[in-house]
């Protein structure tokens, strides 16, 4: 609904992705914009974090969202999928004053076998937040791509930034293991050209969905 729903949901990706339970914390008011929790919920106490995945890449959107995973522990994915829609949708729920399922169904997951796939999948998770300004990048038909660059690094919500070397929500994503793939700054973002204003690309990109 707004930023502070956004930020909460990015704080539960880091806290949920921990075969540890999440200490209570205090829910601030409905109207209040402090969301922080306690010292305690922070850390101070907590043992020692016990990631259930390694996460890769995230885009946020309005109403979905898009993670890129690798399994850590034993049935790590669907664990962590689990308490992070749980989670959310409690957090969610007392904040809007409302009950009932959030999200409407299971999560989807594709697994990736196909290394031309796996070459694709940042971009299409980053080139999400397009579909808020300029939704042609999905037929590879943007004809101003400077703007298309700038719509990108202006959503916050996303992992897209941090791949640009700008700290945005640094400590949510393990990036090591995309370095190969994106590389440099530059190489990423002519790639991201690349399939924005081509069709063959973008259909390429779009077997992912």
Partial sequence: MDDRDRARF??????FNDTNSPLNFRQPARNSQNWSSDDQFW????????????LHAFCLMD???HLLVSPIKENGVPAFMKK????YARYFNERHGRSGALWQGKYKKKLLEQDSHFLYIPYYIHLNALDRSMPEWREGRIKNTRKA???LRAYRWSSH?????EKNFPSITEREFLSGVIGSRARY???ILSIISSPELAAAAAVLE
């Fill in 189 to 191: 973002e002519k790639e």
């Fill in 43 to 54: 850390g101070r106490q907590r043992p020692a974090r016990q990631p259930l995945v390694r």
């Fill in 149 to 151: 660059l700038e719509d």
């Fill in 63 to 65: 109403n979905h969202y």
């Fill in 10 to 15: 990015l704080h539960d990706l880091f806290v």
């Fill in 161 to 165: 930034l941090d791949y640009l070397g």
């Fill in 84 to 87: 992070l829609g749980m989670g």
